[in-house]
């Protein structure tokens, strides 16, 4: 969807983009290319002094997107507030935090760059806890394929199936398919200093990436993709993750020598420090809100797959699961 110091998502992830929420008391489902800096519409709300008004940044991914739609129902439906949302790009979302625009991230791949000049510096941003999701981004083949050819779920053997997954856009060489441009990925770099035969093609955004790949599930095609955990995806067209050299410390540290896999990474949220001081209950629900990866893949699934709002999608959660999310309220 994000995590590392040359990714962002998600899932990459980035990192990503089936619906996004819109400005307003309402949620509204955009659609996007990869998300649009967007910075400069941020709610004039936001970090308004005595307004009950709460702005959420809002990324493009899916699973974003569900995060997002249920804070928002619950803090307009049980705490009374109103919540404005603004799509913005990962990296200016931390500025657009900073700065006062928007009053909460919800979901963070990790920028350290961004942690430590606002965070341990400026000190403009506060962390605001655990999601309660891992993430995770990787390499990976449809089960389907993987079950008739074992051995591609090792890096090493990717060379011997190059023709295989060779497409009329990966210029003679075997593909791996990528999602957004704006998304920045290990990728590229991967794929040279593995010596791999292989191209990436970018689907141009998550959607485009996720008709791609059902495109050839459906005609039982093989493919080769950069994917992301968590994803509702995995449950509609089953993949086998392809097991790159094990991520070490510092291993991703130059983007032009990185040679390992993308590590697994708690995802975090992140406060406006003034909100988060002087944000009341709002402040406190968001701190609070921390829920599973089954939970934000059952969202996602009905705004991706079932075509709810991601208004409808959250209500519908918030009636299943009272327990879970009563707790955020006190």
């Not at 089960?143 to 074992?150: D, G, L, N, S, V």
């Not at 097991?243 to 406060?271: M, N, Q, S």
């Not at 089954?294 to 797959?305: P, Y």
Request: charged share 25%; with cysteine.
């Amino acid at each position: 969807m994000r995590i590392f110091p040359h990714h962002r998502r998600g899932p990459v992830r980035g990192r990503r983009a089936v619906a996004a929420l819109a400005a307003a008391s309402s949620l509204v489902a955009l659609t996007a290319c990869g998300a649009a800096d967007m910075t400069r519409q941020a709610s004039p709300y936001a970090a308004a002094r005595g307004a009950k008004t709460v702005t959420l940044s809002v990324q493009s991914w899916v699973g974003a997107q569900a995060n997002t739609a249920v804070a928002a129902y619950l803090l307009e439906h049980e705490l009374g507030y109103r919540v404005d949302t603004v799509q913005v790009d990962e990296v200016p979302a931390w500025d657009a935090l900073s700065q006062g625009r928007v009053d909460a991230i919800l979901e963070d791949w990790g920028h350290p760059e961004q942690e430590k000049r606002y965070v341990e510096g400026k000190k403009t941003i506060t962390p605001g806890g655990d999601l309660g999701v891992t993430g995770h981004i990787g390499w990976f083949v449809p089960t389907y394929f993987a079950q008739e050819h074992p051995d591609v779920t090792d890096w090493k053997n990717l060379g011997k199936y190059a023709d295989q997954l060779r497409t009329a856009e990966s210029r003679g060489k075997g593909q791996l398919m990528d999602g957004s441009p704006s998304y920045v990925t290990n990728d590229k770099a991967l794929v040279k200093n593995l010596g791999l035969d292989f191209e990436v093609v970018f689907a141009g955004s998550e959607a485009a990436q996720i008709t791609q790949i059902r495109q050839f599930a459906k005609e039982h095609k093989p493919f080769l993709t950069y994917w992301y955990e968590p994803q509702w995806l995995f449950e509609r067209v089953p993949m086998t993750e392809v097991k790159l050299p094990e991520h070490r410390e510092g291993c991703d540290a130059d983007p032009e020598k990185v040679d390992c896999a993308y590590p697994r990474t708690p995802l975090r949220k992140y406060l406006n420090t003034r909100f988060a001081e002087n944000g009341g209950k709002a402040a406190s629900f968001l701190r609070k809100f921390h829920w599973s990866v089954e939970d934000q893949n059952e969202v996602a699934l009905m705004i991706a797959e079932d075509k709810l709002s991601p208004e409808q999608a959250a209500r519908t959660w918030v009636e299943r699961h009272e327990a879970v999310w009563k707790p955020w309220t006190r």
